[in-house]
């Protein structure tokens, strides 16, 4: 059974960091592309960023940038994302996605395993 566990979100000051992560059972994480999206109230699921099976290669969405540093350790089966410099408009809930693929795409739907998402709440 392919799993997903976020953790890591909470409230948080703008300016402030956060360290997400997410860990993956059941299926082999390393043939996984792994991905952090972000649902804010009323707006639809946001691509955040991505990284390759190996690791090797990264994608991020043009807002978080610079801010944002996605990362994974296979041996662990974990992936994380890594906030900086936090702002309010960061405010959602935090999804953890997996790909069963080789190429790094940036759609909701092009991911099959979905974690249950961790609030992220950045106040101002």
């Known amino acids: 059974q392919v799993q997903l566990v976020e953790s890591g979100g909470g409230l948080v000051q703008a300016g402030g960091s956060l360290r997400l992560s997410c860990v993956a059972s059941?299926?082999?994480?390393?043939?996984?592309?792994m991905a952090w999206f972000r649902q804010a109230p009323g707006k639809e699921r946001e691509f955040l960023a991505a990284?390759?099976?190996?690791?090797?290669?990264?994608r991020y969405a043009d807002s978080v940038e610079g801010r944002f540093i996605i990362s994974r350790d296979n041996a662990k089966n974990t992936a994380y994302l890594q906030m900086i410099s936090l702002k309010p408009e960061d405010t959602g809930v935090y999804y953890c996605?997996?790909?069963?693929?080789?190429?790094?795409?940036?759609?909701?739907?092009?991911?099959?395993?979905w974690g249950q998402g961790t609030q992220v709440t950045v106040s101002s």
């Open positions: 059941g299926f082999t994480f390393n043939w996984y592309v």
């Open positions: 990284v390759s099976r190996s690791g090797g290669s990264t």
């Open positions: 996605a997996g790909d069963h693929n080789t190429i790094v795409q940036v759609v909701p739907s092009a991911y099959d395993s």
